[in-house]
């Protein structure tokens, strides 16, 4: 098996001299939308969002009667600027039965259409109970292309060997499975973690532990990683300290939350101290609602939408007008060619900004999520909040910390002054795990400075154990912003 030297790529020369190295991208290439014009790209947009439109009036038990509430002839929607004359829907929309009147019926006309193949769940973290999310084989067959595109972004290859560190969850999750048709579309060989917290009630540990994850990282010569960031990056510690061998990691897919260029940075340099060479690390910007990650040419440079036929991307305002390019707004997705779960218009719950100039760094023509607000690609709409008045954006201060010298683990609580008295004034209170030597009374000065100038709030500091803030053998990811106040 191939063990060339991987050197990340730079430029748009770079990225195609690397492309054409992999005989299965080269081949790709004419079949790739996303280096299409961007004329090309929306006259196939714009006809496959014609095919949709009559597909949900027809199939849809959820837009066939909102149509007609709506008084909506959907056949005069036959452009991507037409949908602004549509609704939104809501999440709340979604989960008045769960998702499934979102479900098309099933057209017995064509096998690949009606057959489902595939069930995966929203986790509930955002709305309660999770709903279902319907992929019929059609939706299948298109995610493999789709992925197929993924991996080209961010530089996976065939050869590659991928370690699948995402939870063996009682929730069927995208992480989890989806990692797994990532690396199938390509070929690539694959390991499993098939790490994750102890189900309540179950009778047996079928879980296996970080640390054998971490044997087996070394012993099976793996060179790509990709499971939830701060369980990598913890793992990548414990790595560290018990002074393994990870040179070969040259790929890391850290995802399910922000990795702002500090966290970035700190993974890249504790394993070239492990020997490694040139690390490329991805952050993609997923949800379940889209089924995949949307993935990075290059390091904070945008989440690519790469198969712009398949989705569509908007941010707006409450009212659903669509925001400048590359203007915050809220985002919703509305899907061009699907057969299981469509979606039209659909808010997603995250603040990004979206842009449709071509990329400075791969010269692809998609559409790109864009950084807007520290290091992050979308701030979670339910996650903004009032603290002594003032509407904040945690994701300011998770970027200001986060990107802090000598931070290993951090969160944020807001909570009173006295835990007795609801009416006193809210306090926000900075927990940090720290690295081993770091000057504490240093760093409380430099992150109180850093967090007053995001925030214009001056938070009380206190160090915690890792282990306080973030177990990964007990939940799935680190919790960083905890509101203890009343709930009124």
């Not at 991987?6 to 770079?14: A, D, G, L, M, T």
């Not at 008045?96 to 009606?114: P, T, V, W």
């Not at 300290?241 to 970035?264: C, T």
């Not at 692809?364 to 009032?386: C, F, H, P, W």
Request: aromatic share 10%.
């Amino acid at each position: 098996m191939s063990r060339k030297p991987f050197k990340v790529p730079r430029n748009k020369e770079e990225i195609m001299a690397w492309i054409n190295s992999i005989p299965m991208y080269r081949e790709d290439q004419p079949l790739d939308l996303s280096f299409k014009s961007q004329d090309e790209i929306r006259s196939v947009q714009d006809a496959a969002l014609v095919k949709q439109m009559e597909r949900l009036g027809k199939f849809s038990p959820y837009y066939r009667e909102k149509f007609k509430e709506w008084g909506l002839d959907y056949p005069s929607i036959k452009t991507l600027d037409d949908l602004e004359k549509v609704p939104l829907t809501s999440k709340a929309d979604f989960m008045k039965d769960r998702g499934e009147s979102f479900k098309l019926d099933m057209d017995f006309a064509n096998i690949m259409e009606y057959i489902l193949y595939e069930i995966t769940y929203t986790t509930g973290t955002t709305t309660g109970m999770p709903s279902r999310f319907y992929n019929t084989t059609y939706d299948m067959f298109m995610q493999s292309w789709m992925f197929r595109i993924g991996c080209k972004l961010c530089y996976l290859e065939p050869d590659d060997i991928l370690m699948n560190l995402f939870p063996y969850h009682f929730i069927p999750h995208i992480g989890y499975y989806k990692t797994v048709h990532f690396a199938s579309a390509v070929g690539m060989s694959m390991c499993w973690g098939f790490t994750g917290a102890p189900l309540p009630g179950f009778p047996y540990n079928i879980h296996r532990s970080m640390q054998q994850a971490i044997e087996d990282i070394e012993k099976k010569k793996v060179n790509a990683l990709s499971g939830i960031a701060s369980y990598i990056r913890r793992l990548i510690m414990v790595a560290e300290e018990q002074g393994r061998d990870l040179s070969r990691i040259n790929k890391i897919q850290a995802l399910g939350e922000a990795v702002p260029k500090g966290m970035r940075d700190d993974i890249r340099r504790r394993l070239q101290g492990m020997g490694a060479g040139d690390v490329y690390i991805s952050n993609a910007f997923g949800f379940t609602e889209a089924q995949t990650a949307f993935q990075e040419c290059q390091e904070l440079g945008g989440a690519h939408s790469g198969t712009p036929q398949l989705a569509y991307f908007e941010a707006v305002d409450e009212n659903g007008k669509r925001k400048p390019d590359g203007e915050p707004g809220l985002l919703c997705i509305t899907h061009l060619d699907r057969r299981g779960t469509c979606l039209l218009r659909y808010l997603v719950g995250d603040i990004v900004a979206v842009t449709n100039k071509p990329c400075p760094h791969c010269g692809r023509n998609d559409q790109r999520i864009v950084t807007a607000v520290g290091s992050t690609y979308g701030t979670r709409t339910k996650e903004l909040m009032k603290v002594k008045g003032t509407l904040i954006n945690p994701e300011t201060m998770r970027d200001a910390v986060a990107n802090t010298p000598g931070v290993v683990e951090y969160q944020f609580v807001v909570t009173k002054e006295k835990a007795d008295d609801p009416y006193s004034m809210d306090m926000l209170k900075l927990r940090v795990g720290a690295d081993k030597g770091a000057d504490l009374a240093s760093l409380e000065k430099v992150l109180k400075e850093k967090v007053k100038k995001a925030v214009e709030l001056t938070p009380k500091v206190e160090f915690v154990p890792l282990s306080e803030i973030f177990n990964p053998g007990a939940t799935l990811k680190a919790t960083r912003i905890v509101d203890e106040r009343p709930q009124e």
